[in-house]
């Protein structure tokens, strides 16, 4: 069927609600489908409702002491443990439900590749990529990612690359596949140093004989759409074609945008899409064009990342958005009296220019060191030459 696109999506994953101050807040969910309806993208796009993963599913990725623990949780008060009740994870009413609904969401989609019958799928609800194995954290409950992964493993994939361009380390995901070799987990983010969770530093790589299938790519605060991109293209391009994935999971948090207020990357909405038609033309040239695409963090609700996952949703349908489109001004009014004063963009684009210029070797920026880290971490173990621009 070609590039045809599964589109997994129903309005009971808006459930999984940290509650009305959360930065994690379902209106952006809501908002994106919407902007993207309104500017015709989803026209004759018939949407897969989830379906709850089950308690199989998620004990691939999770302990069965965790998850009781989350059953509970809404009748426990606060005493719970496992990283619930917290400010970033708080107890909410139906968690268990809402959560495994978002995990089985991610399976459906992933099912949809698996069988033949779309070659690209996505679940913007999803991309919880920081919960691990036997506790939550950051805003994440059960990890869809890893149980998505999990999945396609045990239906006979033989090797996954997960890449992750959410503001914040990948490190659950990681964490579930560091010692499994058929599983590639690739994350640019902001520095460890400056953000949390404090992991995702270059030389974590993998461990055993999975030794290279953990590349990490942390980038200085303030890096923009041009530094970022060059840092991308450095180096995952050529860990994905040693590597050869039969399918690329990839978890796209608008985070990095400039206005988000919970980090310190500068990327733009120009930015974002022009990385997304990146992982469009990795996907095809280095997997087959079985893609796999995930939601994830961003926190400006409004004005960022119903932009940047629309574009999202048209490069996956191949019905690219022109950055210069005017949203639809029904979008904006439904938008306007669900923020509360805050101004909304009238465009596509932020007006940037997301070009960039390629590394050559030399070391001449902080984002330079960043890329000859990270190369000189993973390349040799991967059989190529780190201070080649070639490799």
């Not at 033989?158 to 503001?167: F, G, H, N, P, S």
């Not at 899409?273 to 087959?288: H, I, K, M, P, V």
Request: aromatic letters at 6%; charged letters at 20%; proline letters at 6%.
């Amino acid at each position: 069927m070609g590039s045809q696109l599964a589109v997994v999506w129903d309005e009971s994953l808006l459930e999984y609600d940290l509650g009305g101050h959360h930065p994690l807040h379902p209106i952006r969910l809501d908002l994106t489908m919407r902007l993207a309806d309104a500017l015709g993208l989803l026209d004759g796009v018939e949407t897969l409702k989830p379906e709850p993963a089950t308690e199989r599913d998620l004990l691939r990725v999770h302990t069965a002491e965790y998850m009781a623990a989350v059953r509970s949780a809404p009748l426990s008060g606060w005493e719970v443990g496992h990283g619930l009740g917290t400010d970033d994870n708080p107890v909410f009413d139906r968690m268990h439900e809402a959560s495994a609904l978002i995990a089985g969401a991610s399976i459906k989609a992933a099912e949809q590749i698996v069988s033949g019958q779309a070659d690209r799928a996505v679940n913007i609800a999803g991309g919880l990529h920081h919960a691990m194995a036997d506790h939550a954290a950051g805003f994440c409950v059960y990890n869809d990612c890893s149980v998505a992964i999990a999945w396609m493993l045990e239906q006979g994939v033989e090797r996954i690359a997960y890449l992750d361009v959410d503001v914040h380390h990948g490190d659950g995901v990681q964490a579930a596949f560091y010692d499994d070799p058929r599983v590639m987990t690739i994350s640019l983010h902001q520095h460890p140093v400056t953000l949390w969770p404090g992991t995702g530093f270059a030389t974590e790589v993998g461990k055993g004989n999975a030794d290279g299938t953990a590349v990490n790519i942390p980038l200085p605060p303030g890096t923009g759409d041009a530094d970022w991109r060059r840092a991308f293209h450095a180096v995952v391009p050529s860990v994905l074609d040693q590597f050869r994935p039969q399918v690329l999971v990839t978890q796209c948090g608008a985070d990095a945008h400039r206005d988000d207020p919970l980090a310190d990357l500068s990327m733009t909405v120009d930015g974002q899409r022009a990385t997304y038609q990146d992982l469009r033309e990795l996907a095809e040239s280095y997997a087959g064009g079985k893609w796999l695409a995930l939601g994830g963090g961003g926190y400006s609700l409004f004005r960022v990342v119903p932009r940047a996952w629309t574009h999202l949703l048209a490069t996956l349908l191949n019905r690219d958005v022109a950055p210069e489109t005017t949203i639809p001004e029904d979008w904006i009014a439904y938008a306007v009296r669900r923020a509360q004063n805050v101004p909304m963009p009238t465009s596509m684009s932020d007006g940037a220019d997301p070009s960039f210029e390629p590394w050559t070797g030399v070391t001449a920026s902080a984002v330079d060191t960043a890329i000859r880290d990270a190369r000189h971490a993973v390349f040799p173990l991967l059989g190529l030459d780190p201070a080649d621009s070639r490799d």
